[in-house]
Structure formats: structure tokens, C-alpha cells
């Protein structure tokens, strides 16, 4: 052993000395008084470091803390409820008035002698389509249809951008 | 009260369970606050600080991934809201290498200190409050905390050896001042 030093009286403490650094300390300190009496303070201050108590947070901090995590941050859960509903709404109105088209469109009888391949039946499809958006179009129900997509669209859009600038104003408040 | 692991509290909050979150809170607002209350060196920016740890540990818990322990993460941004917290109030931390560097006087509020203590043991207390932020924060993690050394160097961005030095050397400040007014036969 080179030399009692502070460095090794920490190791010592902290048990990272081999067996044979161990008994090379314990025989140069036995007669180094000076020595003794540091390596014995300094496992005082350990014995005493390790009886040392946490501080108690204030009184209310989980009551706060909470309450402004609520009101900084939406719940979860509620905020994905309240998007489903928005979302499923649109969609199911999207899939109704497809579906009210799609069963208002009736084939017609007298072009069924010349619909004899696979790519004539299609393009009669197509063309009798065509003929049914034209005449519903061309209705009175076209405009009811319009008018209802735009009003769930703008509905939809509405909330989108209240709930966005609404999250953005937190998120702010939490940065700044 | 749930009672709920550690594991099963976070899992839960990330679920959306928000309100288990106040679970975590209890467990880890003592730890969080002594640590602040180091590193700040006064109970009110403490608290205020601690909110916000608090705040941050929510917002990034969806980002927790399990890969270290959750206690280490916690601590990581804890120390970090605190040094923001600093440097908010014009007063910072110096970086690794001055600050090991550093030399601390203990001996500079010692008379007033000696004074106050009404034994051993409380002028110990004293004096670690009195230890640089980053000494006083290695004290409490690893004697209070029961982090391990390479725990703290992830939580103070620090290398192992420089945690350890400083270590070292907090506690070598405090011997010798116990040596100075012969307390090493009463402190236990």
C-alpha cells in the first residue's frame, strides 16, 4: 500500500477495498493515529448520513398537483370519447346518404337485350349511375342532401378547431 | 387507497386512468421535494418547482418506455425542472468540470452554524444544506434515496468517477468539520 489517503478511507467505507487492501489499512492505521481518528469521523458522518430523514413535502401538494394537472391537461379518456362520438357521427351520416342513394337507383327494363358481356353490364351500370345521380341531382333532393353534409361538415369542423384552440390555450399556460 | 405496484400505477396512468396519478404523487412528493429543497436552497421556489416536476412527469409518463428504473427517470426531470427553475432566477449550476473542481468553504457560515446546532448531529444537518447544490443533491440521493452511484451519474449527468469524487469529497468536507469542534465522539 502506497499511502493513507482520503481516497481510500472512502473506499474503505464504501466496502470497495479487496480482502488484502483491507488488512494493509487496518495494519498502517493501527499506527497512524492521525489516520485513525479521520477514517473513524468519516464513518461517523456515514452512520449519522444514513439515519438522515426525508423533508415532508407541503401540506395539499397532491390536491394541487392534481387539480392543475385537470385543468392544464383534458382527461384522456374523455377527450377520445368526445372525438369517437364526433367522428362515428359524420361517418354513419357519410354511410346513410350513400346508402339512400344506392337503393334509390333502379335499373332499367329496356336495355337488358344488348347487356351481354361482362363489359357491357358494367358500362350500362355506370351509365344508368350516371342517369340516376343526374335525376337526383336534378330533384328536389339534391339540395337536402347538400345541405345536410354541409351543416355535419361544419358542425364537425367547428369542434375540431374549438377543441384544438382550446388544448393549444393549455398546453400554452403549461409552457409558459 | 388502491393498492397498486409501482409498475401497475404507471401502466394504469397511461391507460388515461388519470386520477392514479395522484398515487404517484404520494409515493414520490417527499423525495421530489428534499431534492428541490437542496438544490434550491429555499422552501418556497422548492414548492413551486415541485409542482411543476410534477406537471412534467404527467406529460412525459406516455414517453416512459421501462427502459430505466421508473425512479431514475423521475429524478432525471425533477433535477432538470429544478436547474430550469435556476436559471428562470438568473442562478445556475456550473457544468461538470468546474464543478468538480469547486472548492467549497463549509467553514464561511460555520460560527453562525456552531452556534445554532444544539448537537452533533443537527450541526451535521445544517452543514449539508450548506454543501454546493450538486454535493448536497449526491448526499441526499444516495443516503436517503438509496439511488445507487451510477443511478445518480444518470440523474446529475455526471460520469460515475466524477459522481463518486464528489461524493467523496461532501463527505470529507463534513468530517472535517466535525473534527473541528471534536463532535466525532457524539454525533451517534
Known amino acids: 500500500m502506497k499511502q493513507i489517503n482520503d481516497d481510500l478511507l472512502n473506499k474503505y467505507i464504501d466496502g470497495e477495498l479487496t480482502r488484502q487492501e483491507i488488512d494493509e489499512l487496518e495494519y498502517f492505521i493501527s499506527t497512524d493515529p492521525s489516520s485513525l481518528e479521520k477514517l473513524k469521523t468519516l464513518k461517523m458522518v456515514d452512520e449519522a448520513l444514513k439515519k438522515m430523514q426525508r423533508d415532508k413535502a407541503p401540506a395539499n401538494v397532491t390536491e394541487r398537483v392534481m387539480s392543475q394537472i385537470t385543468s392544464a391537461i383534458p382527461d384522456k379518456y374523455n377527450k377520445n370519447h368526445f372525438f369517437v362520438i364526433i367522428i362515428s357521427f359524420f361517418v354513419l351520416t357519410i354511410i346513410g346518404m350513400l346508402s339512400y342513394i344506392l337503393t334509390s337507383y333502379v335499373p332499367s327494363q329496356n336495355t337488358s337485350s344488348y347487356s351481354n358481356t361482362a363489359i357491357e353490364k358494367i358500362n350500362h351500370f355506370i351509365l344508368s349511375g350516371v342517369g340516376q345521380f343526374t335525376s337526383i341531382i336534378g330533384g328536389n333532393n339534391f339540395h337536402l342532401i347538400v345541405a345536410s353534409i354541409m351543416l355535419i361538415v361544419m358542425f364537425t369542423i367547428y369542434f375540431l378547431f374549438e377543441s384544438h384552440k382550446s388544448f393549444k390555450k393549455k398546453l400554452d399556460s403549461v409552457v409558459h | ?188
Do not use: C
Open chain 2, 1 to 188: 387507497m388502491k393498492n397498486l405496484t409501482e409498475l401497475e400505477i404507471i401502466e394504469s396512468v397511461k391507460r388515461g386512468n388519470q386520477t392514479d396519478f395522484t398515487l404517484l404523487v404520494d409515493m414520490y412528493k417527499d423525495r421530489a421535494f428534499s431534492l428541490l429543497k437542496r438544490l434550491l436552497k429555499n422552501e418556497m421556489d422548492a414548492e413551486e418547482a415541485l409542482m411543476d416536476s410534477f406537471l412534467k412527469v404527467y406529460k412525459s409518463l406516455p414517453n416512459f418506455r421501462f427502459e430505466s428504473k421508473f425512479s431514475t427517470w423521475f429524478y432525471k426531470i425533477v433535477y432538470n425542472t429544478g436547474l430550469t427553475f435556476l436559471s428562470s432566477k438568473n442562478r445556475r449550476i456550473d457544468n461538470e468540470t468546474s464543478s468538480i473542481d469547486e472548492y467549497f468553504e463549509l467553514g464561511e457560515n460555520d460560527d453562525e452554524i456552531y452556534a445554532n446546532a444544539e448537537n452533533g448531529k443537527e450541526y451535521l444537518l445544517k452543514l449539508v444544506d450548506k454543501l454546493p447544490p450538486r454535493h448536497a443533491l449526491i448526499i441526499i440521493l444516495f443516503y436517503i434515496d438509496d439511488l445507487s452511484l451510477n443511478e445518480i451519474s444518470q440523474v446529475l449527468d455526471l460520469s460515475l468517477v466524477n459522481t463518486k469524487v464528489l461524493l467523496h469529497r461532501s463527505r470529507n468536507g463534513l468530517r472535517d468539520m466535525l473534527l473541528k469542534h471534536n463532535y466525532q465522539e457524539e454525533i451517534l
